[in-house]
C-alpha cells in the first residue's frame, strides 16, 4: 500500500538541547495505513547516523487523552536506509482512533550500551468527517464507503435515519460557523478599536513627551537666566569696588572675566542654530560633533541644513540621548548620497532621533536608510524618508518604534521596512513602492500601512512568528485603500501565527493575492483580487475573514483552503474559468449567499472537508456540475442554484450533499 501522507522528521542528536518541534502535520482517523512519519536521524554536525546496529525507540503522549503513552513495537518501523540513516513509521489504527495533539520522544539503542536522546516534536490527528457521519464505525476504524453504500439501498429506513442526521449534524455545524463568523466579526471590530486605540495612546504620549520636553527646556533656560541675572547684580557690584582697587592687575582679571561670563551668558540665550552643511561644516557627521560638543548643552533647537547640491559622503552614528531638538532638512527636494557610500545613512539606538525632514536617495549603495537597532524612537516628516537603500529603507528593532506617516522608503533593494522583534510602526499613506519586500514584520511587531502603497514589490507585506500588518481605511479619506498590486509573488505572506487585518485592499495583477500558512491569520472584508495567478492558499490551521470580497480573471486554481484551513467568505463575488473554491484535508469555508456564477468549477470539496453554501448561485458553470464532493466531504446546498455531482440527501462513497 502506497504511503500518500508523509511526515517528514529530522532527528538530530545534539548537545545543545532538544526543544519541542512542531512540525504542523495534521493526520485523520481514515487515513488508514496511508499515512508515515519519515525519520531521518543526524548527529551534531548535521552527518547521518549510521542505524544499522541500533533500536529505534519511540514515544508517543496523547496530550488530549490524559497524557496516555502510546509505545510502538520495534517491528513497527521500516528501516528504509541503515548507512543512510532513514526509516519509516506507518500511523497504526490504534492511534488514530485518538483525536487531538501528539508528542512524539525518539531515541537510539545502540548494540555497545549507548544510546542518544534525538528529539522532541508534535503533530495532530482529527476525526474524518464520516468518522461524525457513521458513529457506529468506532474509535478504532471507519467502515468503507462501498458497504455503508450498499447497506443504505438495502435498508432505507436505517439509510433516511442517518440522512436526517447528517442534516442535523450539519445544521449544527453551520451554526458553529456562524458562532465563527460572529466572533470573526468582534474579533475584528476589536482589532481596528484596538489599533485606534494603540495610535491614539501613542500620540498623546508623543505629545505629552514633547510638553513636557519643552517644559523642561524652558525650566532649566529660566532657571539658567535667574543665575545669569544674580551674577550680573555681582558683577556690577565688583565693578564699582574694581575702580578703587590699587592693583591694577586685578582689574584686568575682573575684566577678563566678565567678557568671558558675557559670551557664555549669549551661548546659553541662544534658542535656535542651524549648521549648513558643507559651508559650515564639511560633512552630516562633522555637523552632528559640533552638536555633541557644543551645543546640545545649550539646549538649542539645531537645523541640520544640507545645501543644495551636496552629497552626503557618510552616515551618522547617534549617541544614547533625545535629538528631537534636531532636525535634519535640505535645500535640493532629493539629496544623493555621494559614490561609494557604505554603511547606514542615521544609527542609533537607546536614543530619540532627530526629526528627518528630507528625502535621501541611496542609490542602491550601503546599508539602512534609517537604523532603530534597540529602543530607539524616530519620526520622518511627509514626503520625506530614503529611497533606493543598498538593503533596507528603515530597519525597526527591539522595543523601538517609528512614526512616518506619508514617508517614502520606496526602492529598497531588499525591505522597505523591516521591523523585528516586538515593535510598533505607525506609516499611513506610506509609500514601499518597487522594493523586493514593501514590509516585513517578525516577532510580535506591529505595523500599521492604512492606505498606503506598496506596489511592484516580490512580496508587498511578508509577516511572519507572530507579525502583525494593519491596513484598514482611515475614514478621512475613504475613497483611498491600500494597495499592493503587482507584486510578482505572493501579494501577502503569513506564516507562524502571522496576522493581517486590513479591509478593501487593491490586490491585482499579481504571482499570488494571499497566503497564509502555519495558524496565520487574515480578516480582510471587501477586497478585491484581479487578474493574479493564484487568489489565495490557506493551510495548516490558518483562518481568514473575507466576507463581501470579489475576484475574477484568475488563470490558475482561485482560492485552495486545505489542511485544517477555514474560510469565512459570505457574500462574496467569484467569476473564474478555473476552479473558484477548492476544499481538501479537513478543511471548511462558508460561502452563504455568494454570488459564484459563470464559473469552471465552483465549489469542489474533498478528504473530509465541509463546505457551507446556503443561497449560493452557481449557475452558468462549465463544468460538468456546480458542487463537487469527493472522498467523505459534505456540502450544505440548500437553497443553492447548480448541479450537484452527486444526488442530494444522499449517502454515496464520495460523501453527500444536503439540499
Known amino acids: 500500500m502506497p504511503i500518500l501522507k508523509k511526515g517528514e522528521i529530522e532527528a538530530k542528536a545534539t548537545a545543545y538541547g532538544t526543544e519541542v518541534k512542531s512540525t504542523g502535520y495534521v493526520f485523520y482517523s481514515y487515513d488508514k495505513k496511508a499515512s508515515a512519519l519519515f525519520f531521518q536521524f543526524r548527529n551534531q554536525n548535521g ?33 528504509i536506509s541503515k548507512p543512510g540513516g532513514k526509516a519509516k513509521f506507518v500511523l ?124 523642561d527646556t524652558n525650566k532649566t533656560i529660566n532657571g539658567i537666566n ?3 541675572e544674580k551674577a550680573q547684580t555681582k558683577i556690577s557690584d565688583l565693578e564699582e569696588w574694581v575702580p578703587n582697587a590699587d592693583d591694577l592687575a586685578t582689574k584686568q582679571y575682573v575684566d577678563e572675566s566678565v ?15 542651524k549648521l549648513n552643511v558643507p ?35 557618510e552616515g551618522v552614528v547617534l549617541k544614547s540621548r533625545d535629538y528631537r531638538r534636531v532636525t535634519i532638512q535640505s535645500e535640493d527636494d532629493i539629496v544623493e548620497v555621494a559614490d561609494g557610500f557604505t554603511g547606514d545613512l542615521l544609527k542609533g539606538s537607546d536614543c530619540h532621533f532627530p526629526i528627518f525632514n528630507l528625502l535621501v536617495d541611496m542609490k542602491s549603495l550601503g546599508s539602512f536608510g534609517l537604523g532603530l537597532y534597540s529602543n530607539a524612537n524616530a519620526t520622518v516628516k511627509a514626503g520625506c524618508g530614503v529611497i533606493n537603500a543598498g538593503d533596507d529603507g528603515v530597519f525597526v ?31 499611513r499613506y506610506v509609500n514601499l513602492d518597487n522594493c523586493e519586500v514593501g514590509v516585513r514584520a517578525t516577532k510580535g511587531s506591529v505595523v500599521e500601512v492604512a492606505n498606503a502603497s506598496i506596489q511592484n514589490c516580490r512580496n508587498a507585506i511578508l509577516a511572519t512568528e507572530g ?46 493575492g494571499i497566503v497564509a500558512r502555519a495558524s496565520s491569520k487574515v480578516v480582510c472584508s471587501g477586497t478585491g483580487i484581479v487578474n493574479c495567478g493564484e487568489a489565495m492558499k490557506l493551510s495548516k490551521q490558518s483562518t481568514a475573514y473575507m466576507g463581501g470580497f470579489y475576484m475574477n480573471s484568475i488563470t490558475d486554481t482561485a482560492i485552495t483552503v486545505y489542511e485544517g484551513a477555514f474560510l469565512q467568505a459570505e457574500s462574496s463575488e467569484c467569476h473564474v474559468d478555473g476552479v473558484a473554491f477548492t476544499i481538501k484535508n479537513g478543511s471548511r469555508v ?35 456540475y456546480g458542487f463537487y464532493v469527493y472522498t467523505g466531504s459534505t456540502i450544505n446546498a440548500v437553497e443553492a442554484l447548480g448541479d450537484l455531482r452527486v444526488t442530494a440527501n444522499t449517502l454515496t462513497s464520495d460523501g453527500y450533499i444536503i439540499q
Open 467 to 512: 507579525g502583525k500588518v494593519i491596513g484598514i481605511t482611515d475614514p478621512s479619506e475613504p475613497d483611498r485603500h491600500l494597495n499592493v498590486s503587482g507584486a510578482s509573488g505572493n501579494a501577502i505572506d503569513l506564516t507562524n501565527g502571522a496576522e493581517f487585518v486590513a479591509d478593501k485592499v487593491v490586490i491585482e495583477n499579481c504571482g499570488t
Open 92 to 215: 497504526p489504527e490504534m492511534l488514530l482512533a485518538y483525536q487531538g495533539k501528539v508528542t512524539g520522544y525518539i531515541y537510539l539503542d545502540f548494540e555497545d550500551g549507548s544510546q542518544t536522546d534525538d528529539g522532541q516534536f508534535t503533530f495532530r490527528i482529527k476525526h474524518s468527517m464520516i468518522t461524525h457521519v457513521l458513529p457506529e464505525a468506532g474509535d478504532k476504524y471507519v467502515q468503507d464507503f462501498e458497504d455503508v453504500k450498499e447497506r443504505v439501498e438495502q435498508a432505507g429506513d436505517s439509510a433516511t435515519k442517518d440522512i436526517e442526521k447528517a442534516k442535523d449534524d450539519a445544521k449544527s455545524q453551520i451554526g458553529d460557523y456562524v458562532g465563527e463568523v460572529e466572533s470573526a466579526k468582534s474579533d475584528m471590530q476589536e482589532s481596528v478599536d484596538q489599533v485606534n486605540k494603540d495610535y491614539e495612546d501613542w500620540k498623546a504620549e508623543q505629545e505629552e513627551q514633547q510638553t513636557t520636553f519643552e517644559s
Open 279 to 313: 559651508s559650515d561644516f564639511p560633512t552630516l557627521d562633522s555637523a552632528f560633533h559640533e552638536i555633541e560638543s557644543n551645543i546640545y548643552a545649550t539646549r538649542a533647537s539645531v537645523y541640520v541644513n544640507i545645501e543644495a547640491g551636496h552629497q552626503i559622503s
Open 47 to 79: 552527518e547521518t547516523t549510521d542505524i544499522a546496529n541500533a533500536k529505534i525507540r519511540l514515544l508517543l503522549i496523547k496530550n488530549d487523552d490524559e497524557d496516555k503513552e502510546f509505545i510502538p513495537n520495534q517491528e513497527d518501523f521500516e528501516i
Open 397 to 427: 528593532n527591539r522595543l523601538s518604534q517609528l512614526y512616518a506617516h506619508e514617508a517614502n522608503f520606496s526602492g529598497a533593494t531588499r525591505c522597505g521596512m523591516f521591523v523585528d522583534h516586538a515593535n510598533a510602526v505607525y506609516a
Open 226 to 228: 535667574t543665575k545669569v
Open 590 to 624: 462558508n460561502l452563504d449567499d455568494s454570488d459564484l456564477t459563470n464559473c469552471g468549477t465552483p465549489v469542489k470539496c474533498s478528504y473530509g472537508s465541509h463546505a457551507n453554501c446556503y443561497n449560493v448561485d452557481a449557475t452558468g458553470h462549465t463544468a460538468s
Open 259 to 273: 567678557e568671558g561670563f558675557n559670551e557664555t551668558n549669549e551661548k546659553l540665550n541662544v534658542r535656535s542654530v
